[in-house]
């Protein structure tokens, strides 16, 4: 190596141990400041105390009508004991995505003012506190509010709690237009939260549960991402720009002896150290982060929380993806959230585990609990065919919901599910909801299998009868659905208001027919008939099987633009309607809002693509004397013809669609050239960095 570059891995290794090290051991001091940063709880009640209420009236939206400057005054005093005195409306603007904090909209007040004296004053009230209005004209909307009426409204949403960070208090809010149109991501998921609970309760208590403490789902999320070496992120403008690198040979070794899947976290790379970091600032925020473990490509990790509901969860990982990029930076590391930042070794995604269960706590996706709870053996057959009936007919929908422009690259990849929407059941699950439908006596006998491993050292030991299967894109997990095809840099609030806006028109329609008169059993019998193909336990990477699928008439979209077009179809906008989720008007706007985002990424990729090739790539063969410099020139037109071509499309469903074919046919020609350029340069010659030093921390 040149005396420069063992320079550099000696700077590198010094600022490891300065820039915060590895944590050799764990103290429970650290657990102990667990949700010391969130307005809930025992924290609430003491401050809530103080000024004569007590925690219990949070738990009641309607504080914000009644009891707002009391709730005011606490969190003035709590935020200023914690040295905190600015305060925010914090909001999901539509469509945006993890990568390059572009997750989450605020703009932050100071909360003091001075008086006549110039002494300091509190300058936080009620009216403060419970709404916001933001100019925010700048943010995509789809049409729902012209240029000149800018007014964006923030409401307070009474589901996810207050929170602090730093200096700064986070109000989490909904953003709508002066007519009351979503124009975030939250919106609609808190409309569908209400769907669910309505049309749920209405089926769950005709099936003989207890539905007075409500219905909600809870989720949790599993986040991949990757950590590289942050010097050589600055090397490498796509990454800096797009989040993923447009171009670059493969390195000799990528995941071939699959020795990073949960290999040692190991304390000679930074990774450690940030993951621990990462884990403190979470526990402050509340944010339970229970799981750490290395994934299976190079440098890539994954955290997973315990689970909660939906809307407080959403809220934490887009804290979460924030926390993660800040602290990699502390670290020396630039974390990458975009689906796919490298071409050959996977993905990175995050699993939507989701469930349905009462406030107070009986799962009803656990055969033996709901049963069991609602002393009635056929609730969970009937529920289960509800949601196989809802996934069956809108899967074109969930497809939608995990269209994004780095998705694109994953899906269908051997490494993510096929854009395929089938479920796994498993063969026991599959038997029972099979035996149920042909009106056999039917029980869930998940079974445990023993296994002997013929030592006297280990003891047999049990194992469910059922094994996973991490090919299907919405498999049932017991206990909970997990849906696997979602993407790691997404905001999961479209996901969550399509999972339970189609479960609780579902759930709406078999308590309908069961209201007029029908027998529940017949009503869920004849749903399985009619929907059983959609249940497939098999491999879902084999290609015949997914031939099999789709003749077979389950939704497969290949094209994630026209998943998003799904939006406006006439059933969809029915159902969105019918459930009060979104209107006709909304789902045009977040359908233009989502194409406009995906040509937009597109464009971004394109320019950077023409400047690496003008300014790095081409000079580097020049100054070598190597390489395909009259294609690589020819390379650029081609990019820019792309690019103006998707300038000069007329809808934004045709944009998206040029996009599409820029990047998914002409990009991926050029990046060819692009790496056979690479292949041949000399190392010192070559100013982007490579796949070596960007996948490889040590
Ligand atoms: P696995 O490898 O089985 O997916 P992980 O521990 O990586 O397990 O992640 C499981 C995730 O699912 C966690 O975030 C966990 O909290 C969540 N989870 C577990 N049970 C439920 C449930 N009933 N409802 C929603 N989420 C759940
Ligand atoms: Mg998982």
Avoid at 26 to 38: R, T, V
Avoid at 108 to 125: A, G, P, T, W
Avoid at 152 to 164: N, R, W
Avoid at 592 to 620: R, S
């Amino acid at each position: 190596a040149s005396a420069a570059a063992v320079r550099k891995i000696a700077q590198r290794e010094m600022s490891r141990n300065t820039l915060g090290g590895v944590r050799a051991m764990a103290s429970l001091e650290q657990y102990s400041e667990f949700g010391k940063s969130l307005f809930t709880g025992a924290v609430a009640d003491e401050y809530l105390k103080k000024h004569g209420a007590s925690g219990d009236i949070l738990n009641d939206p309607s504080w914000v009508k009644n009891h707002s400057d009391t709730v005011a005054n606490a969190v003035f005093d709590w935020a200023i004991d914690n040295g905190a005195n600015v305060y925010c409306h914090w909001f999901q603007p539509m469509a945006s995505s993890g990568v390059r904090h572009g997750q989450s909209g605020q703009v932050q007040n100071i909360m003091l003012k001075f008086d006549s004296n110039n002494e300091i004053v509190q300058d936080f009230k009620g009216k403060t506190l419970i709404k916001g209005e933001t100019d925010g004209s700048s943010y995509p909307n789809g049409g729902l509010r012209g240029t000149h009426e800018a007014g964006g409204y923030l409401a307070v949403d009474t589901s996810s709690p207050i929170f602090l960070r730093g200096d700064t208090i986070f109000i989490p809010s909904a953003f709508v237009s002066y007519y009351g149109a979503a124009l975030d991501e939250k919106t609609p998921l808190l409309r569908a939260n209400a769907a669910l609970d309505k049309e749920a309760s209405r089926l769950f208590g005709k099936l003989g549960l207890d539905v007075s403490s409500g219905v909600q789902t809870n989720i949790g999320l599993e986040q991949e991402i990757f950590l590289i070496p942050r010097e050589e992120y600055y090397k490498r403008p796509d990454l800096q720009l797009t989040g993923r690198t447009l171009i670059g040979k493969n390195a000799p070794r990528g995941q071939e002896m699959c020795d990073h899947y949960m290999g040692p976290l190991s304390s000679a790379t930074a990774a450690l150290g940030c993951m621990q970091e990462i884990q403190d600032e979470c526990y402050r925020l509340g944010i339970p982060l229970k799981t750490r473990h290395r994934e299976v490509a190079p440098n890539q990790f994954e955290f997973a929380p315990l689970f909660g509901t939906n809307t407080t969860q959403i809220d934490q990982n887009l804290m979460v993806m924030q926390i993660i990029e800040e602290v990699a930076a502390k670290h020396g590391l630039a974390a990458l959230l975009q689906e796919k930042p490298f071409n050959d070794v996977n993905g990175s995604g995050k699993h939507n585990n989701w469930s349905i269960a009462t406030r107070d706590g009986v799962n009803v996706l656990d055969p033996e609990e709901f049963n069991a709870a609602s002393g009635n053996d056929s609730a969970f057959p009937i529920v289960m065919a509800a949601i196989v009936a809802a996934i069956d007919e809108h899967g074109d929908l969930m497809r939608c919901a995990i269209a994004s422009p780095g998705n694109d690259f994953r899906l269908g990849a051997c490494e993510a599910p096929p854009a395929i929407v089938s479920t796994y059941l498993g063969d026991d699950m599959t038997k029972y909801m099979e035996a149920f439908m042909n009106g056999k006596s039917a029980s869930y006998n998940p079974g445990k299998k023993t296994l002997d491993l013929g030592c006297r050292e280990i003891l047999p030991f049990e194992v469910p009868a059922e094994d996973r299967n991490r090919t299907s894109p919405f498999p049932y997990g017991g206990a909970r659905f997990e849906f696997r095809a979602v993407g790691s840099a997404q905001n999961v609030s479209l996901v969550n208001t399509v999972l339970n806006t189609i479960a609780a028109e579902k759930f709406g329609e078999f308590a309908d027919r069961i209201e007029a008169g029908e027998d529940a059993e017949t009503v869920a019998r004849d749903a399985l008939k009619k929907h059983w193909k959609v249940i497939f336990n098999g491999d879902n990477y084999d290609e015949a099987n997914q031939q099999m699928l789709t003749d077979s008439g389950v939704w497969r979209i290949d094209s994630g633009v026209e998943a998003i077009a799904r939006l406006t179809a006439d059933k969809n906008v029915a159902l969105f309607e019918k459930m009060g989720v979104l209107t006709k008007d909304e789902c045009a706007a977040r359908q233009d809002v989502l194409h406009d985002h995906y040509a937009g990424t597109v464009e971004m990729e394109a320019l950077t693509l023409v400047d690496m090739i003008n300014q790095h790539i081409i000079p580097a063969c020049k100054k070598s004397g190597v390489g395909p410099v009259a294609d690589l020139e020819a390379c650029v037109p081609k990019l820019k013809a792309g690019v103006a071509a998707i300038h000069a499309a007329e809808t934004s469903n045709e944009k998206a669609s040029l996009a599409r074919v820029l990047r998914l046919e002409t990009m991926i020609d050029i990046r060819e050239t692009c790496d056979a350029a690479e292949e041949v340069v000399p190392a010192e010659n070559w100013t982007l960095a490579t796949y070596k030093e960007l996948l490889f921390l040590d």
